[in-house]
């Protein structure tokens, strides 16, 4: 298997590791160079943003891969079933084995987030992550990239987080820079203003 995490080191990588060098930036920066070497980056992206998806859509998968209580054969067994069952790649598949044999099943979220971040790097690809109290509908999805679009951020990945205590509206960080038109914060200031004015 091409998957060199052990050894692999921020010189080994050059430029493809994320910025922190953690256990989940060591495992991303190997698989995207595993990718790149056999030339199948684009199909490994796709594939990785798909089990992103399975992971926060599924909470029995979620239980299957967190819990330090399932056996780490047991656990591996049914990852490649659900992974073969959802016609995930070989390179995928055997990604998710290397991590599995390392017991490092429970960082498998995290691995996948540190992976989305170094192709967005790797792309330059800004990242706006989005708390709402409601999944977006596509009509939601296309207007707030419209909006990013026209506050200059171009090449945008959207993030969705739900996040139910928000009441309505939007909470939208790109790096630094937070836009909060929250429900739930527009009722704190108008709280903080009243206490200021009684």
Same mark, same amino acid.
């Given at each position: ?5 052990? $050894?692999?080191?921020?010189?080994? +990588? ?10 989940? *930036?060591? &495992?991303?920066?190997?698989? &995207?160079?595993?990718? *790149? ?6 199909? #490994? %992206? ?18 299957? +891969?967190?819990?330090?209580? =399932?056996? +780490? ?38 691995? /996948?987030? @540190?992976? @989305?971040?170094? %192709? ?5 690809? #800004? ?5 709402? @109290?409601?999944?977006?509908?596509? /009509?939601?999805?296309? @207007? ?8 200059? &951020?171009?090449?945008?990945? =959207? ?11 939007? #909470? %939208?960080? +790109? ?6 038109? $929250?429900?739930? $914060? ?13």
């Amino acid at each position: 298997m091409g998957f060199n995490v052990a $050894s692999s080191s921020a010189a080994d +990588i050059g430029t493809t590791i994320a910025a922190g060098g953690g256990l989940a *930036d060591r &495992y991303a920066a190997a698989l &995207y160079a595993h990718a *790149d070497d056999a030339r199948e980056l684009d199909a #490994v %992206v796709q594939e990785m943003e798909n089990l992103g998806r399975l992971i926060d859509g599924s909470a029995d998968f979620r239980r299957l +891969i967190e819990s330090p209580l =399932i056996d +780490i054969a047991t656990a591996t067994k049914a990852a490649f079933a659900v992974l073969e069952a959802n016609g995930f790649g070989k390179s995928v598949r055997d990604f998710v084995g290397v991590i599995a044999n390392n017991r490092r099943l429970n960082a498998l979220r995290a691995i /996948v987030g @540190a992976f @989305a971040s170094l %192709v967005a790097t790797r792309r330059g690809i #800004v990242t706006a992550h989005v708390l709402s @109290a409601h999944p977006l509908n596509d /009509v939601q999805r296309q @207007a707030l990239r419209a909006r990013l679009i026209e506050a200059g &951020y171009s090449n945008v990945n =959207i993030d969705e987080q739900v996040q139910p205590d928000l009441l309505g509206g939007l #909470v %939208v960080r +790109i790096g630094a820079r937070l836009y909060d038109t $929250s429900l739930k $914060s527009r009722l704190q200031r108008l709280q903080y203003a009243m206490k200021g004015a009684a």
